[in-house]
T-cell receptor, first 111, second 111 residues
Framework: EPEVTQTPSHQVTQMGQEVILRCVPISNHLYFYWYRQILGQKVEFLVSFYNNEISEKSEIFDDQFSVERPDGSNFTLKIRSTKLEDSAMYFC?????????FGQGTRLTVV | RKEVEQDPGPFNVPEGATVAFNCTYS??????FFWYRQDCRKEPKLLMS???SGNEDGRFTAQLNRASQYISLLIRDSKLSDSATYLC????????????FGKGTTLSVSS
């Protein structure tokens, strides 16, 4: 069964460093998402991406965040200058139409 | 008012019990509704979509009341493996693509 894959599974970074989280959505899916979940809190929408551009973003998704689909298969989330409060689980998701499927997540720890 | 609200629980039930979860949403333009399941520190997994006519998948029944902006999930004959957090998810409208998550309701099934 096709699945969304994310790498790395765990990333530790120093405050102020840039990180890139990677995702390979399910092929032939049209919509791609990034979500985050701070420990003990709800899953929060960051950004959606359709037809090679951002279709919607939340207030969390400020200038330190960016997304890219560099080669038609990968979908990346870049955090330019990480803060302690960026520590969270980051989930990528994709959907063909209505239902979204999530990757296993990248646990980002900022120290 | 939060966009998607759920009773956080926890619901502690014995095996074989029937348990019901409720969810309310604030945006009357919301179009699509889902229940996801999340195990501890794992990705959300789609349990079922929720249709206006109600739908059933084995032991699970989901219902939608658009007039009251209310969604429910009923689990019959609970199994130990049903222990998880159940997330109510709403897609805002046809134009918007964001899936908005409730904080989740925790279920613990004991033998």
């Amino acid at each position: 069964e096709p699945e969304v894959t994310q790498t790395p599974s765990h990333q530790v970074t120093q405050m102020g460093q840039e990180v890139i989280l990677r995702c390979v959505p399910i092929s032939n899916h049209l919509y791609f998402y990034w979500y985050r979940q701070i420990l003990g809190q709800k899953v929060e929408f960051l950004v959606s991406f359709y037809n090679n551009e951002i279709s919607e973003k939340s207030e969390i998704f400020d200038d330190q965040f960016s997304v890219e689909r560099p080669d038609g298969s990968n979908f990346t989330l870049k955090i330019r200058s990480t803060k302690l409060e960026d520590s969270a689980m980051y989930f990528c998701a994709s959907r063909p139409g209505t239902e979204a499927f999530f990757g296993q997540g990248t646990r980002l720890t900022v120290v | 008012r939060k966009e998607v609200e759920q009773d956080p629980g926890p619901f502690n039930v014995p095996e074989g019990a029937t348990v019901a979860f409720n969810c309310t949403y604030s945006n009357s333009a919301s179009q699509s509704f889902f229940w996801y399941r999340q195990d501890c520190r794992k990705e959300p997994k789609l349990l079922m979509s929720v249709y206006s006519s109600g739908n059933e998948d084995g032991r699970f029944t989901a219902q939608l009341n658009r007039a009251s902006q209310y969604i429910s999930l009923l689990i019959r004959d609970s199994k130990l493996s049903d222990s998880a957090t159940y997330l109510c998810v709403v897609k805002r409208n046809q134009a918007g693509t964001a899936l908005i998550f409730g904080k989740g309701t925790t279920l613990s099934v004991s033998s």
